[in-house]
């Protein structure tokens, strides 16, 4: 969600929360057929009854040296560990929506240009909402989760 704090300070405080973390949160570039580069473009810390949980909106560029046009690709991953367990952190990924397509400009999700930022609320001990949010707060894509229902 939008704030005072920068990403580089919000990124400071999920690891500070979340040891390990910053690890699944850095930036990234590919280069096989396609060339695809991500990086994080918010996140957010949230600590309940029973999990330690961070929430990132990620926005991808991909393109191809033949085709020449730019495709980006925005979604939201979840990072959490139950509190007192010092095991691996668990990761999932929302699917990936096309906002700017390579092809058809008709395609793109103009209404989604905007939410830039990342929402999380507790629902209960172990169920969060996140989602796509714009600088006023307003809701994009919204995702449900109850984590007790993820295997360990």
């Known amino acids: 969600m ?4 920068t990403l580089r300070e919000k990124l400071n405080e999920a690891e500070v929360n979340l040891s390990g973390v910053s690890k699944q949160l ?4 590919r280069a096989v057929d396609r060339h695809r580069n991500g990086s994080i473009e918010d996140v957010e810390y949230l600590e309940t ?10 926005e991808e560029h991909n393109w191809s040296l033949y085709e020449g046009a730019v495709q980006w690709e925005e979604w939201l991953s979840l990072h959490y560990r139950r509190k007192g367990y010092d095991g691996k952190i668990k ?8 906002t700017r397509n390579r092809y058809d400009p008709k395609k793109d999700k103009t209404y989604l240009w905007s939410h830039d930022f990342v929402s999380i609320q507790s629902l209960g001990p172990s169920k969060i909402e996140i989602a796509w949010v714009d600088e006023a707060g307003n809701k994009g894509p919204i995702y449900e989760l109850d984590l007790e229902w993820l295997k360990w």
């Open 49 to 58: 009854d029973l999990y330690q949980i961070v929430a990132a909106k990620w």
């Open 91 to 98: 990761q999932l990924k929302t699917e990936k929506i096309v």
């Open 2 to 5: 939008k704030t005072e704090k």
């Open 26 to 29: 850095e930036p990234y570039e």
